[in-house]
């Protein structure tokens, strides 16, 4: 697979040291100050994968998708522009796949906690919220992540209506979801979602390690776009993945 990274920091350095060893090319990797890219050397790659900044989603869609180049979108934060995002891609007839956490592992957590949540949904005595924990650099907060495992919970978890982050002004109403997000050192990306009764605490947690994981999900999200058009997640590769294994 031939492969453009636009970003190259933290997740593009990442995911090229990943597809190097898997065989793949990098045919040009863009930073911010990177001079404007030709249709020539976007033409050499197969999919663009997106880990840079939230405000300039729209843009790189925008340009990679007149280019009927298909798209990873690691980036988080910028989820007020999807409907933008989908009209472009569709109008284009290309492909796109956006998450905000790519990583096997914390998709898998995704499906543990809509499944906690339909069961402690019939259990009053307990309530929920969540806390995720990120390195001092990260732009935005709560985590897209975070965010993801709070539409999933208040879909299944049904006391809880309302998310709220940050610092609460007071007591927070029951059918608030509660994330608290905390930002400093390294720290690669953790997400905990707490059930709580007086009895005891059921905690789900997943504690990236490295961004090894977000990078091979990025990379087998890029294979699997190059034959799709539309607007996909990564729940519909792992589906896809999931059921031939490949
Ligand atoms: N979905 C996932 O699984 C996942 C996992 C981890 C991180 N992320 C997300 O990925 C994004 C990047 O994270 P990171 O840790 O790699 O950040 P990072 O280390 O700060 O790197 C950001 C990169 O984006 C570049 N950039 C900024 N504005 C740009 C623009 N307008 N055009 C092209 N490149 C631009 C920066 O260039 P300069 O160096 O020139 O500033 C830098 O190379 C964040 O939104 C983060 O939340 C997603």
Do not use: C
């Amino acid at each position: 697979m031939k492969i453009a990274l636009i970003g190259y920091g933290k997740m593009g350095k990442e995911i090229e040291r990943l597809a190097l060893e898997r065989g793949d090319e990098i045919v040009v990797t863009i930073n911010s100050k990177s001079p404007p890219l030709s249709a020539e050397v976007a033409g050499k790659a197969d999919v663009a994968i997106h880990n840079a900044s939230p405000s300039s989603v729209l843009g790189h869609v925008r340009q990679w998708s007149e280019w009927r180049k298909p798209l990873v979108i690691g980036t988080t934060g910028w989820y007020n522009e999807l409907a933008g995002v989908r009209t472009i891609i569709e109008r284009n007839k290309t492909g796109l796949v956006y998450a905000s956490n790519f990583s096997i592992g914390v998709n898998v957590l995704f499906s543990l906690v809509g499944h906690a949540g339909k069961l402690f949904d019939k259990l009053p005595e307990y309530d929920a919220f969540l806390h995720e924990i990120h390195h001092k650099e990260k732009l935005d907060s709560p985590s897209g992540t975070a965010l993801t495992l709070a539409d999933i919970l208040v879909r299944q978890f049904r006391r809880k209506t309302e998310v709220l982050a940050g610092a609460p002004e007071g007591k927070i109403k029951p059918e608030q979801l509660h994330i608290a997000s905390t930002r400093g050192g390294n720290v690669v990306g953790t997400h905990r979602v707490t059930f709580d009764s007086v009895a005891d605490s059921i905690e789900i947690t997943h504690t990236a390690k490295n961004r090894a994981g977000f990078a091979l999900g990025a990379l087998l999200a890029a294979a699997w776009v190059r034959e799709k058009a539309g607007v996909f997640t990564m729940e519909d590769v792992l589906t896809d993945f999931l059921k031939t294994g490949e």
